[in-house]
């Protein structure tokens, strides 16, 4: 049987342990983007989501004002159709619809 000095030993283990998980709980909070915006097609068939880019790609994309990226999905069957790369969103007006139903 092994003695420590202090006998703090399970204290200073737990205190590395809830250091670990904070440090890897805030890794994945600024990994995840956050969706900000929704739109669906006017008939209904497709469905546009646009997402502030998280944290982490918003530091590879410093010079945008406003890091986000798009995804396209259609609505039936419910399916990913594209993913955008980041993009800059900065100062870019309305979203138009130009598509024919599928």
């Known amino acids: 049987m092994t003695l420590h000095k ?3 030993f399970p204290l200073r283990h ?8 904070t440090v890897a709980a805030a ?18 068939a497709y469905r546009v989501e646009y ?11 410093s010079g945008f004002k406003m890091p986000a990226f798009v995804r396209l999905y259609r609505t039936q069957p419910k399916i990913l159709m594209a993913e955008s ?4 969103l900065w100062m870019n007006g ?9």
């Open 51 to 61: 997402y502030e880019a998280s944290l982490l790609q918003g530091l590879l994309h």
């Open 14 to 21: 737990a205190a590395r342990l809830l250091l670990l998980a």
């Open 85 to 88: 790369e980041v993009v800059d």
């Open 27 to 44: 890794f994945w909070q600024s990994s995840r983007p956050e969706l900000a915006h929704s739109a669906t097609s006017p008939h209904g």
């Open 6 to 8: 202090g006998g703090n």
């Open 94 to 102: 309305e979203l138009y619809w130009y598509t024919f139903l599928p």
